[in-house]
């Protein structure tokens, strides 16, 4: 099914413009029962993004952050929220450079080597940012004075080394619920990476 074939008079109106772009995407479609209906969709997002999971074999840990995210505190009246590394890709810059960038600047880890896992919609049916994922190996040689994110865009992070079994059990406990952080926990455990 070639979906570009059933979509006509698309028409975007953009309705908030603040931290990301809300939009309302309007269009013609074509069911396949042949009847053409006008459906308006929201879509929301910024740029795209990246999100690393660093991994040290020697040690069997993992390094994660914790921060504060307003959509967890809506939802649940609790903002903590226990995730890879990730942030958004600038202008002009490749997910690999922006994931190295992210790396340093929210956990203090310089990274040379990471290596792409897949890019992913984390939710296709309103965001529109595409997720690169990464995973990487680290040891305290890469340490460096920097963590903790970038005050000027309001990140207070806090860095967690925690052991990989550790990790896959708060999966199951619902301690970590980002759904970034379960993929590429259990890549690595499905790849016998640890």
């Known amino acids: 099914m070639n979906f570009k074939n059933k979509i006509s008079n698309v028409s975007q109106k953009i309705i908030s413009s603040f ?12 069911f396949n029962n042949g009847k053409i209906k006008s459906v308006t969709h929201e879509v929301y997002g910024k740029s795209d993004g990246v ?22 505190y809506v939802a649940t009246n609790n903002g903590e929220s226990i995730e890879l590394i990730g942030g958004a890709i600038d202008n002009n810059e490749t997910p690999t450079k922006a994931a190295i960038r992210e790396t340093e600047e929210e956990v203090g880890y310089k990274v040379d080597k990471l290596t792409k896992v897949s890019t992913v919609f984390l939710s296709p049916g309103i965001v529109k940012e595409k997720v690169y994922l990464f995973i990487g190996e680290y040891d305290e040689s890469n340490k460096t004075e920097n963590e903790g994110g ?23 406990n619902e301690e970590i619920v980002d759904a970034r952080t379960i993929l590429l926990l259990q890549y690595v455990f499905i790849n016998k990476i640890m």
């Open 51 to 72: 999100a690393v999971l660093l991994y040290n074999t020697n040690t069997k840990n993992v390094i994660l952050t914790k921060q504060f995210r307003s959509p967890v």
């Open 19 to 30: 931290w990301g772009e809300l939009s309302h995407l309007s269009f013609d479609y074509l």
């Open 150 to 172: 970038v005050f000027n865009e309001d990140e207070e992070i806090e860095v967690l080394e925690i052991n990989f079994n550790k990790a896959l059990q708060m999966i199951k």
